[in-house]
């Protein structure tokens, strides 16, 4: 007979079931997530295509992450405002433009790490194609 799951058991699997359902939520509701998952996947693609080097791996999948959980954040973030008021409020006003701001400071690093791992291989491949 199988041991029965403890309660401190018990309360990580429902904390994963939690944490899992918040990442459905994401992906099913904000289209930006939609966007990012599509360009990492393309990204990833590239990867995998143009055999970037092992840290170039590491740098992506960090990007790719750092965007995703920036968009979580933010989702998050807009949430809780909701919750709190309904009213326009200078402060909800701050907490969701500065929540955006570092969704947009994620992605334009993302567009910086992407440029410097594949533009030179992109250009590269361009310049052999165009000759
Ligand atoms: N309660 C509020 N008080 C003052 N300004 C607000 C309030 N709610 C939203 N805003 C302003 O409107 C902008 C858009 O808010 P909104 O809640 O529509 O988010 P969003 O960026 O459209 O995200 P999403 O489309 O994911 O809901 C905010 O960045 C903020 O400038």
Redesign the pocket.
């Known amino acids: 007979m199988a041991a029965p799951i403890d309660r401190s058991t018990r309360r990580l699997i429902a904390a994963f079931r939690y944490a899992f359902a918040g990442i459905g939520h994401l992906v099913r509701t ?1 289209r930006n997530v939609q966007i990012h998952l599509l360009i990492g996947a393309i990204a990833v693609a590239l990867g995998v295509t143009l055999r970037i080097a092992h840290w170039e791996w590491v740098v992506l999948t960090l990007t790719i992450g750092l965007v995703l959980a920036a968009e979580g954040f933010n ?1 998050a973030i ?1 949430a809780t ?2 919750l709190a ?5 200078p402060l ?2 701050i907490a ?2 500065v929540a ?1 701001g570092s969704v947009l400071i994620c992605a334009l690093t993302a567009v910086v790490v992407g440029v410097l791992i594949f533009g030179p291989r992109l250009w590269a491949l361009w310049l052999i194609l165009s000759t």
Do not use: L
């Open positions: 904000q989702t807009e405002v909701d008021t309904r009213d326009r409020h909800a006003r969701k433009d955006a």
